[in-house]
């Protein structure tokens, strides 16, 4: 199955990406320019989530409807955290 | 509900001598207008209501509607016709709802902006800065020369700030017949001020649950000529390590979280209190 | 068709014990609710009768302080939580597949799970009082008088446990009906055709699912706090924390305590005025609007906590926003009157009383809108009369429900005149009760001490409590005696009620309707069941007649016509074929599936809901040792025993051949209830992973990195664990794959590998935490444990709780594995592999996000 080249493949850029996170905190960025580290890292991490959804868990295959599902809860979720966050600042 | 116990209203009229009008006043104003507004819009309803349900009951011999379609059992619902009223009923409630609200709002900004601004723009003397600590199950005031007592003295007709915050767990000191209230939370300080404008002893309560004490968590507050105030204050000296359980040093309460924190008012702690002639202008950064 | 013949020799009759423990029947099981939630209704209302005794005059001595608390307390928890929602669901349960054409729930087994749930969890409620006390601190449970160091009574913390499984219930409630609203209504009942009272209840379960997950969240936090020594709600932040989190999940709560009741009304009203709902679509519109509007109100209950005015002032902007949908809403019901013909009916009168009483409510919450005047009503009886109001007039139209159904579901008609008389002792009485609260607003809440001169009004509420709580009394009579001495109805009892509960017998037979319901031909019409595959039975023909026969009504005249235009076929199933025609507008149901033979008996629900009870009841005194030990472990056991025992016992819940399936077409119930699941459980993790930022933003974000952890906590152990983590992903889409080239070894060689990464994950991580646990710094000279700081909690238990996910992943791959060895998920049956991979990549994908948070930044 065609498939299996895909997944691997996926297998190996997500590795890569892990490895990437890992390695700009041992490079410094973090202690030069904290928070554009941070962003780049989340950014990574939100990345290698929607891979792991859209291809290891076929939502490239299934009906919108069922992401919008998984985006309505991530909303729910960020929505609390930043609101509460911002509330103290 | 208004009264104050001496019969009067409290926060009836700008203060004399000072200048400022008093949150309370603020408060019994908005509140009287929500109070005549909502009754009526009850009244209208509810009368609106019970009428038709008088005027469309059932009467075997009479149908008001008979070409009229009525709903049939296994039938899909429709869209829903009759939108015009609906709509028009809508859009009026809306826009009394959002103008009392509106106008609200810019007394939200002036109690928010708070003592400062109202001293700025009064003749008054400079506010009066206490720290309230509330904790299972009393409160503890602490004036600006670091003398501290389980009894709330203030003048009258001065702006008076209060920096509250709790020792143990979730509290909440209000003063209702001067409408002032603010949350007493463990490590953060939040704000509120308020004028008094009658001479006179009141009460102050807990408003948020904390334990089997909660009913009996009680100050006294007494308003005082600024003459019989001034008088007081000069009698009494520093810190009294002997006072309340702030001695304990068991507290944390007065660390302010990170950044600007929890104030409700933009109080700058630096520009306040030299009330007390001479005496040393301490805050409460300097409790024992 | 009618598969009565099948029942006969293992489904006990409903005057058999044995039956209502087995039973997983939609039907049965809301009854069961109903019931259920009446004793917490009396319980409730026992403790609210104490504290209007209390507050008779001030300063009384029938309860001391603490007493007192413990009975606000308990009677706050034990009315939102154990009877107003489970009351409105015994309802749902009831009613909904009746509504909208479906023979039972998605998934009948976890329905009556969700009740023993709820019913142990409230019995756990009922133990938290002989524990030294209950819960004492409000049912707002504000931090830190929450934990331990304030509450150290075993009671509290079993209280935050009862809870903890009262919120399992709810989840796999909402789990059930959603799947089963999108993936089971019938033919021709598109999503906007849903009766009324349905709509509400799958606007309620939206928000129950993400609601309650923030709850789940705030209640592990607090039951951590007090069993395994974390410090969430005793750091800086701590006490805020709680208020954002639980508040979050308090507001919708009181929509999804509400909307059931207004459902209740919107139907009472159409049929007792015989009108229509005035404009319906504007009114589904403006439930939506609340349900989505619910989710950012919520810092109104926290206007003097010192959050910062510009987020006041948008939440303030949005909370008066939420107030015009139902403006909107009670317009429409009025309008609804005109031209009616009106009957006066219990049911109606139950219904007006809830919307007037509504409509005050709803007034004096617009005063709590205003901030400035929140800032004096915050924390007095003015919000106790505000939100007794609009909560119990939510309660007075379920009791509308309780009368309306009442024929349905005994086949016996309640006597009209104690209905009314109830009506009125019970409209009396609430309002004697709650009125004078305004009047004596000032009184702070929770305190028996009060000004003397508002003692006036407390006698009054205090009268009016007794009277409305006497009301009662007539209302368990009526429901006694009608049982037996009720005249008996036939389908229908009332004129121009629409819904399809009203289109079969009262009550229902098991299987709920004579045939297959269709709305293909514009209106209720009962089609010809398909040509049964195996197991032989009755007559297309006769059985069409007899269905003819059986209800009677205006439904059926074009019903023998509708079937025969669209045919179902002989029950072959072809997937993706999609049904159209009837002779009024398309249809969009999608043929996915055979009917089959349903089961409808089950012992594992009830053996999982002890067990639950036992283990939790175990937990809660785990600190003070004793039984507490062996009772957690026991429970423990047959909780695994239960679920193991569930996995493998046989039961069919057949999907409906044809159905509306919008806009979930293709994705059957089992993977549609997985992937809702997944959603509660984002929002969940949220829930740790925000308290996380919040209490690092409230400590110093920096200082935090800096101060907080030891130098001995680096990135790698978790780099090792992610890489584990995603390899053994990458595992279990080979068994996917292997699966489908139908290699047994292929599949068994990819989940062992799964497994076995997975403890590999696991060991890495407990070398971590040991190496973490016993580290002598200058800074940690103790070591960096569980309490040592709340950097240390955060990370332990957030970690914790993904590692837990971990663990009961590979539990199921246990369970799983022998499967694979005997042959299992090969020739297609691949449905088990993809649902854990669901769930194990949601696991992998959790720890890609805590990875970067807790180990890099």
């Not at chain 3, 031209?339 to 006066?344: N, Q, S, T, W």
């Amino acid at each position: 199955m065609s498939r299996l080249r895909l997944y691997t493949a996926i297998y190996v850029v997500l590795f890569v990406l892990a490895t990437v996170q890992a390695w700009v905190e041992s490079a410094g960025y973090l202690d030069e320019a904290y928070w554009w580290a941070f962003a780049g890292i989340m950014v990574l991490s939100f990345a290698k989530a929607v891979v792991v959804a859209g291809y290891y868990q076929h939502l490239r295959w299934e009906p919108r409807s069922v992401s919008y599902l998984m985006v309505g809860g991530l909303f729910v979720a960020l929505a609390l955290t930043t609101a509460a966050a911002y509330s103290i600042l | 509900m208004v009264l104050t116990r001496n019969g009067l209203a409290a926060g009836d009229a700008v203060l004399a001598g000072s200048g400022v009008r008093a949150p309370a006043e603020v408060f019994n104003d908005i509140f009287v207008v929500f109070l005549v507004l909502g009754t009526l819009v009850g009244v209208v309803v509810i009368s609106y209501t019970l009428y038709n349900a008088y005027k469309y009951r059932y009467r075997a011999e009479k149908d008001p509607a008979p070409e009229a379609d009525r709903p049939e059992l296994g039938e899909l619902p429709e869209g829903g016709g009759k939108g015009k009223k609906l709509f028009l009923s809508f859009t009026l409630s809306a826009i009394i709802v959002l103008s009392l609200v509106v106008w609200t709002y810019a007394s939200l900004l002036y109690v928010e902006n708070g003592a400062a601004q109202a001293v700025d723009e009064s003749n008054a003397e400079d506010a009066l800065d206490v720290q309230v600590d509330g904790f299972r199950f009393g409160w503890e005031f602490t004036y600006p020369n670091g003398h501290s007592s389980s009894t709330l003295r203030v003048p009258r007709d001065r702006v008076v700030n209060l920096s509250v915050t709790s020792l143990d767990v979730f509290h909440n000191f209000g003063i209702p017949e001067l409408r002032v209230k603010s949350d007493a939370i463990p490590g953060q300080t939040t704000t509120a001020w308020f004028v008094a404008e009658e001479t006179g002893t009141y009460t102050a309560n807990c408003y948020e649950l904390c334990g089997s004490g909660h009913s009996y968590m009680t100050a006294e507050v007494i308003v005082m000529s600024p003459a019989a105030y001034q008088e007081w204050y000069n009698g009494t000296s520093g810190p009294s390590p002997a006072d309340g359980p702030a001695a304990n040093g068991t507290e944390s309460s007065t660390n302010e979280t990170d950044g600007h924190g929890s104030e409700m008012n933009a109080i700058e702690p630096a520009t306040t209190i030299d009330a007390a002639a001479g005496a040393p202008v301490a805050r409460a950064t300097t409790q024992p | 068709m009618s598969h009565d013949h099948d029942h006969g020799h293992d489904f006990p009759p409903t005057s058999s014990v044995k039956r209502w423990f087995l039973t997983t029947n939609h039907k049965d099981v809301g009854i069961l609710y109903l019931v259920t939630a009446l004793f917490f209704l009396l319980l409730g209302g026992a403790l609210a009768m104490l504290m209007r005794a209390q507050l008779w005059s001030p300063g009384a001595n029938i309860l001391s302080g603490g007493a007192y608390n413990q009975a606000v307390s308990a009677h706050g928890l034990i009315m939102v939580f154990w009877f107003i929602s489970p009351f409105a669901f015994g309802f749902a349960n009831y009613i909904v597949p009746l509504q909208i054409g479906a023979d039972d729930l998605a998934f009948p087994r976890l329905n009556a799970l969700s009740y023993w749930l709820y019913l142990f969890s409230g019995l756990l409620f009922v133990a938290s009082f002989f524990q030294g006390a209950t819960f004492n601190g409000g049912w707002t449970m504000y931090a830190p008088l929450n934990v331990p160091t304030y509450m150290p009574n075993v009671g509290g913390t079993t209280v935050v446990l009862a809870l903890i499984m009262f919120v399992a219930a709810v989840t796999l409630g909402s789990v059930n009906f959603l799947t089963t609203m999108y993936r089971m209504r019938a033919e021709g009942l598109r999503m906007r055709d849903l009766p009324i009272f349905s709509m509400s209840i799958l606007l309620t379960v939206w928000m129950m699912l993400f609601a309650f997950a923030a709850l789940l969240a705030a209640l592990m936090i607090l039951a951590s706090d007090h069993l395994i020594g974390t410090t969430y709600f005793t750091s800086d932040g701590g006490s805020l924390l709680w208020t954002h989190m639980f508040w979050f999940f308090g507001h919708p709560e009181v929509y999804i305590v509400f909307f059931p009741g207004l459902g209740i009304m919107a139907e009472c009203f159409q049929t007792f005025t015989g009108r229509r709902l005035v404009g319906r679509k504007w009114f589904v519109l403006s439930m939506v609007l609340v349900a989505l509007q619910s989710f950012v109100v919520w810092m109104h209950h926290m206007f003097l906590t010192g959050i910062n005015l510009q987020i006041k002032t948008l939440f303030m902007v949005t909370t008066i926003g939420i107030s015009l949908p139902f403006d909107l809403m009670v317009f429409s019901l009025i309008y609804t009157m005109i031209k009616g013909r009106i009957r006066f009916t219990t049911p109606f009168l139950f219904s007006l009383g809830a919307l007037i009483l509504f409509i005050i409510g709803g007034i004096t919450g617009v005063f709590l809108g205003a901030v400035v005047l929140d800032y004096e009503f915050r924390g007095t009886y003015w919000v106790v009369a505000h939100f007794h109001y609009v909560m119990v007039a939510g309660a007075t139209a379920l009791f509308a429900g309780l009368y309306y159904w009442y024929p349905k579901i005994t086949g016996r008609m309640y006597d009209e005149f104690l209905g009314k008389l109830h009506f009125v002792t019970y409209f009396v009485g609430f309002n004697l009760l709650y009125f004078p609260m305004f009047s004596a607003w000032e009184t702070p809440r929770r305190v028996f001490e009060y000004q003397v001169g508002l003692a006036f009004w407390h006698k009054l509420a205090t009268v009016g409590g007794f009277l409305l709580g006497a009301s009662f009394l007539i209302m368990f009579y009526n429901m006694f005696k009608s049982l037996t001495a009720g005249e008996e109805v036939g389908d229908n009892p009332w004129d121009y009620a629409t819904s399809a509960e009203w289109a079969v017998a009262s009550p229902p037979p098991l299987e709920n309707f004579p045939g297959i319901p269709s709305y293909a031909g514009g209106k209720l019409s009962f089609r010809d069941e398909p040509e049964p595959t195996a197991d032989g039975g009755g007559d297309p023909v006769a059985d069409t007649a007899a269905g003819a026969a059986a209800d009677g009504g205006p439904a059926t005249d074009g019903g023998t016509t509708a079937a025969a235009e669209t045919a179902t076929g002989s029950g072959v199933a072809d997937p993706g074929m999609v049904a159209t025609g009837g002779e009024a507008g398309v249809v969009t149901a999608t043929h996915e599936a055979d009917s089959g033979h349903a089961d409808h008996a089950s012992i594992w629900p009830f053996v999982v809901g002890l067990a639950g009870f036992l283990a939790f009841l175990g937990l809660s005194g785990v600190d003070e040792g004793g039984v507490y030990y062996p009772l957690t472990a026991i429970g423990g056991l047959l909780v695994m025993f239960g679920f193991v025992g569930m996995a493998r016992q046989p039961f069919s819940a057949p999907e409906p051949a044809i159905a509306e399936r919008w806009p979930f077409e293709g994705v059957e119930n089992m993977k549609l209830g997985m992937w809702i699941f997944l959603g509660s459980d984002i929002v969940l993790f949220g829930g740790f992973i925000g308290s996380y930022l919040f209490l690092r933003v409230a400590n110093g974000w920096h200082h935090w990195e800096h101060e907080l952890i030891p130098a001995a906590h680096v990135t790698f152990p978790g780099l090792v664990n992610t890489y584990l983590l995603l390899t053994s992903s990458f595992a279990v889409v080979l068994a996917l794959v292997a699966s489908h080239r139908n290699s047994k070894r292929g599949v068994v060689a990819a989940l062992v590998a799964t497994w076995v990464l997975g403890v590999g994950f696991l060991i890495n991580k407990a070398q971590e935490w040991l190496h973490l646990f016993h580290i002598h710094s200058d800074a940690f000279p103790n070591g960096w444990e569980i309490g040592t700081n709340v950097a240390s909690s955060t990370f332990y238990l957030t970690t914790g709780l993904h590692g837990a996910h971990v663990i009961v992943g590979l539990i199921m791959l246990l369970y799983m594995i022998p499967r694979a060895i005997k042959g299992a998920y090969l020739d297609g049956d691949d449905e088990m592999l993809e649902y854990f991979g669901l769930y194990w990549h949601f696991v992998d994908i959790v720890w890609l996000f805590l990875f970067p948070l807790f180990y890099i930044v």
